[in-house]
């Protein structure tokens, strides 16, 4: 505001140097006073005479000066209206008194938010006044001036658009509009174990966003959320899926990414469709087809396969490693095996009980 009132006044200075005027200077000085009405207390006004201007918080200036033609200019930068605001005087052996009438004319500052919940209340700072407000309008009525506001919510999860600002009333009404948008926080996603500049991707409740850098940025209002980390062939991923809740502050995790070695199994005799498992690593996995291959961390391990119900196999427990990466597993099916068997001793039998007839016939003939 002071700075403004020094250029104003600087301003009106150098326009009344460029207004012509006569002086007879002869004689004694004389006095030309204004006397100011309608301003509130303390507040300040001027009076440029022929160019040099005097600004005062009272409510007169004099100026001393001698005979001649003089021209004036009053004003105040708070808005109010001077009448008369200009004029030329002459002064011929005479004091001259000007009275100055200021009038001021309000208008109207409308603050008008959108965006909040409703019944949310919100809070406007304007100019040292403070009004708190549950709806969604309020008015000031100013004169010309600038006027500083900061807008606040007690909902803390809306910020205010613009937060802050000046408003400048001139001669017309001003309305300023205020955005509430839901505030965001920052949940990072940070990977290490991949190679430099591989893609990888998160999910968050159905937002997917992409990178090739070591992070991954959401920005996210308070709430719930679940999550996921797209997989990639030859790693595995620690702490690749899960949930978790924004409120009021930002989140972290980290996703380890472990290189890994295909490791396989295949089985063979199982009719196609059949499940099968293998243990390995303190882990199942199935399949339902001839064969399947686990992507694992480089080394050795112990393995079982389990087969279905009824069947047999061959190598179904044993080590693997990275140099010894495939298991081929024969199985065979133990009901046909069993049926096998009892045909044999059903045969062998058979066989028995012939030789054994056989023999006592024969005995019986030679008697």
């Not at 012509?20 to 006095?31: E, I, L, Q, R």
């Not at 019944?119 to 969604?136: H, K």
């Not at 089985?267 to 199942?284: D, F, K, M, P």
């Amino acid at each position: 505001m002071q700075r403004l009132s020094v250029l104003l006044v600087a301003s009106i200075i150098a326009l009344s140097i460029f207004v012509p005027f006569s002086s007879a200077s002869s004689g004694s000085d004389h006095s030309i006073v204004f006397n100011e009405t309608g301003l509130p207390h303390n507040l300040s006004w001027y009076v440029s005479l022929n160019g040099t201007a005097v600004t005062t918080e009272n409510s007169s200036i004099t100026f001393h000066v001698p005979n001649g033609n003089y021209y004036y200019f009053a004003g105040t930068i708070y808005g109010f209206n001077a009448s008369p605001e200009h004029g030329v005087l002459t002064v011929d052996g005479n004091n001259i008194t000007v009275d100055i009438h200021f009038q001021v004319t309000y208008y109207n500052v409308t603050f008008n938010e959108i965006g909040l919940p409703a019944g949310s209340s919100w809070q406007i700072n304007f100019s040292g006044r403070q009004v708190v407000l549950d709806n969604t309008s309020f008015v000031f009525h100013e004169y010309r001036g600038f006027y500083h506001f900061s807008i606040y919510s007690f909902n803390v999860t809306y910020k205010a658009n613009p937060a802050s600002g000046i408003v400048n009333v001139t001669n017309s009404n001003v309305t300023e509009v205020i955005n509430f948008r839901e505030q965001n926080y920052t949940v990072t996603f940070v990977e290490e174990g991949l190679v430099g500049g591989s893609a990888w991707s998160v999910d968050v409740s159905g937002q997917v966003r992409n990178s090739s850098s070591s992070s991954i940025i959401f920005p996210l209002t308070n709430g719930s959320y679940d999550y996921s980390v797209t997989p990639i062939q030859g790693y595995n991923i620690t702490g690749g899926s899960g949930n978790f809740k924004v409120n009021g502050h930002g989140l972290l995790f980290q996703i380890d990414f472990v290189s890994t070695q295909p490791y396989t199994f295949i089985v063979e005799g199982l009719s196609q469709g059949t499940h099968w498992y293998v243990q390995i690593g303190g882990a199942n996995y199935s399949s339902n087809s001839s064969f399947m291959t686990l992507y694992l961390p480089n080394a050795t391990y112990n393995y079982r396969i389990v087969l279905p119900y009824g069947y047999s196999g061959t190598r179904v427990t044993g080590t693997i490693s990275y140099y010894n990466n495939v298991v081929i597993v024969s199985a065979s099916d133990l009901l046909l095996t069993y049926i096998v068997i009892i045909v044999l001793v059903v045969f062998l039998d058979l066989v028995l009980v012939f030789y054994v007839l056989r023999r006592r016939a024969r005995k019986a003939a030679k008697k």
